[in-house]
């Protein structure tokens, strides 16, 4: 009976002594659950935050100085665009002047006087309105811009055709089938190509205005 008890009492002890947690035990188990909580914190906020409110490294301009940047062109741009749309009236020209006046000879004289005469005020026209910055935006001309100067550019090409097919082929119905013809054309296909070149990157020189 003696030994009963004690066998007893010792299993008692090594139950205790197995399953029982030490305060060593309690602090290792307190530390492990704190950091399991932690990283378990840490990937929930990494993976529920949203794309807007994750960490840019892009550096964006301020407003104010964003509204600041503007853009000139260049006069080697200016000439590219004078010389291309020469030759793509000059060829609309000569088919209108063959076509009324009957005559190759007549046609390629309209044609040559009007390439000569226009070419440079054409020049002289987009450096004016380079200096003009209404209908500018960030990066290219405004449709508004491309159509104003659509109209006026053929206001004054309508009058310069119209005199220089008046002396040369000498018939004013014949010089108002030119202007006529040219102007329904020339008019949209300008608005085309300004709409063409204001995609185009190359000749644009961007500055930025600082205020104080």
């Known amino acids: 009976m003696f030994r009963l008890c004690w066998l007893l009492i010792f299993a008692a002890s090594a139950h205790c002594y197995f399953h029982v947690p030490t305060p060593v035990s309690l602090r290792n188990q307190r530390f492990v659950s704190d950091r399991n909580f932690r990283n378990e914190r840490r990937k929930t906020s990494l993976f529920s935050a949203e794309p807007n409110e994750k960490r840019s490294t892009e550096y964006k301009l301020p407003v104010n ?7 000139t062109e260049s006069t080697l741009r200016s000439l ?9 009236a000059a060829i609309i020209t000569l088919i209108s002047s063959l076509t ?12 040559t006087s009007d390439f000569l005469t226009k070419s440079g005020f054409m020049f002289l026209g987009e450096r004016v309105w380079n200096k003009v910055s209404w209908g500018k935006g960030k990066k290219e001309d405004g449709m ?4 104003a100067k ?4 053929r206001l004054f090409a309508a009058g310069n055709t119209l005199i220089c097919g008046i002396f040369i082929a000498r ?3 014949v010089a108002l089938k030119i202007v ?5 054309f020339k008019t949209g296909l300008f608005y085309l190509n300004e709409r063409a070149w204001a995609r185009v990157e190359w000749g644009k020189e961007y500055q930025i205005d600082f205020f104080i």
């Open 171 to 173: 018939d004013l119905s």
């Open 144 to 147: 508004q811009r491309s159509l």
């Open 80 to 88: 590219a665009k004078a010389v291309v749309w020469r030759i793509t």
């Open 180 to 184: 006529g013809s040219d102007t329904v």
């Open 150 to 153: 659509a109209l006026l550019w």
């Open 100 to 111: 009324f006046s009957k005559s190759l000879a007549t046609a390629l004289s309209i044609v």
């Open 65 to 71: 100085l964003e509204k600041s940047v503007t853009y």
